[in-house]
Nanobody, 127 residues
Framework: QVQLVESGGGLVQAGGSLRLSCAASGLTFSSWHMGWFRQAPGKEREFVAA????????YYADSVKGRFTISRDNAKNTVYLQMNSLKPEDTAVYYC????????????????????WGQGTQVTVSS
């Protein structure tokens, strides 16, 4: 049974930082591309960042580029999202997701491409 469990969310002031973690089990983590998405109230789920299974390629949404960093530790079956310079508009539930692809370089950016999802962790940024 595949499980993705996010942690690290919370309440932070604008300009602050948070580090989200997503621990995976039930799959061969090093074989899966990993992504982060977020969903704010009343809005659709949107892509935030993704990293290929080898960690060689990354891609970020324009809204977080330069502020967020996705990383992964295949030995710990964990993917991280370091979020700096947080803004109130970053407030959302953040989800990690796993995508399997035979192409090592491909970075999935659409939610429908992902096979497994975590339950989400709330991030609230106050102004």
């Amino acid at each position: 049974q595949v499980q993705l469990v996010e942690s690290g969310g919370g309440l932070v002031q604008a300009g602050g930082s948070l580090r989200l973690s997503c621990a995976a089990s039930g799959l061969t983590f090093s074989s899966w591309h990993m992504g982060w998405f977020r969903q704010a109230p009343g809005k659709e789920r949107e892509f935030v960042a993704a990293r290929t299974r080898s960690g060689g390629n990354t891609y970020y949404a324009d809204s977080v580029k330069g502020r967020f960093t996705i990383s992964r530790d295949n030995a710990k079956n964990t993917v991280y999202l370091q979020m700096n310079s947080l803004k109130p508009e970053d407030t959302a539930v953040y989800y990690c997701a796993a995508h399997y692809d035979s192409r090592s370089y491909y970075i999935p950016r659409h939610s429908y491409e992902y096979n497994y999802w975590g339950q989400g962790t709330q991030v609230t940024v106050s102004s």
